[in-house]
Antibody, heavy 121, light 108 residues
Framework: EVQLVESGGGLVQPGRSLTLSCAAS????????LHWVRQAPGKGLEWVSG????????AYADSVKGRFTVFRDNARNSLYLQMNSLRAEDTALYYC??????????????WGQGTTVTVSS | QSALTQPASVSGSPGQSITISCTGT?????????VSWYQQHPGKAPKLMIY???NRPSGVPDRFSGSKSGNTASLTISGLQAEDEADYYC????????FGGGTKLTVL
């Protein structure tokens, strides 16, 4: 079964850091681009970051640029999101997601169930 | 990276057809044929319904169709069914990726 499982979410104070992880199984994740997409409570989807299969192409939403870093470990079939200088507006459910192709963006055809990040003092 | 513009809500009766619009700019929807549509039921992860403007993934009913004209993409659902009631999001490539604000579809 094709699956993405996120972990690492939790409650964190403003200004602190947190790293999310995503474990892929059931497919060769190293063949595909991967994304992080978030959804604040009661709000719509917001694309956060994308990374190509070989980590050669990476992009970020303006709202997180300079604070978040995406990276992947193909040997471990894993994707990560290092989040620094967290703000209250970063509070959201964070989805790990797979692109249909090795570069983005051709459509996201697999989504995890998400991990919740809450930024609050 | 401004969000694509979608109507906040649309509604229709079972069996009817509805269309959801998604308006972007010359830098996203108009520039690339990489527009996708997602369906999201409450408490669930999104599901890909349309990719590359008008292509349906395996398993998506042919009642769902997509199109694009200039900077506006559209999702049409024909023969509305109760289970189609959900939130729908468009998404486009634009050197990065941008989602629309989402449209709540109510089946009356």
């Amino acid at each position: 079964e094709v699956q993405l499982v996120e972990s690492g979410g939790g409650l964190v104070q403003p200004g602190r850091s947190l790293t999310l992880s995503c474990a892929a199984s059931g497919f060769s994740s190293h063949d595909y681009a991967l994304h992080w997409v978030r959804q604040a409570p009661g709000k719509g989807l917001e694309w956060v970051s994308g990374i190509s299969w070989d980590s050669g192409t990476i992009a970020y939403a303006d709202s997180v640029k300079g604070r978040f870093t995406v990276f992947r470990d193909n040997a471990r079939n894993s994707l990560y999101l290092q989040m620094n200088s967290l703000r209250a507006e970063d509070t959201a459910l964070y989805y790990c997601a797979k692109d249909r192709y090795s570069y983005y963006y051709y459509g996201i055809d697999v989504w995890g169930q998400g991990t919740t990040v809450t930024v609050s003092s | 990276q401004s969000a694509l513009t979608q109507p906040a809500s649309v509604s229709g009766s079972p069996g009817q057809s509805i269309t959801i619009s998604c308006t972007g700019t010359s830098s996203d929807v108009d520039a690339y044929n990489y527009v996708s549509w997602y369906q999201q039921h409450p408490g669930k992860a999104p599901k890909l319904m349309i990719y590359e403007v008008s292509n349906r993934p395996s398993g998506v009913p042919d009642r769902f169709s997509g199109s694009k004209s200039g900077n506006t993409a559209s999702l049409t659902i024909s023969g509305l069914q109760a289970e189609d009631e959900a939130d729908y999001y468009c998404c486009s490539y634009t050197t990065s990726v941008v989602f629309g604000g989402g449209t709540k579809l109510t089946v009356l």
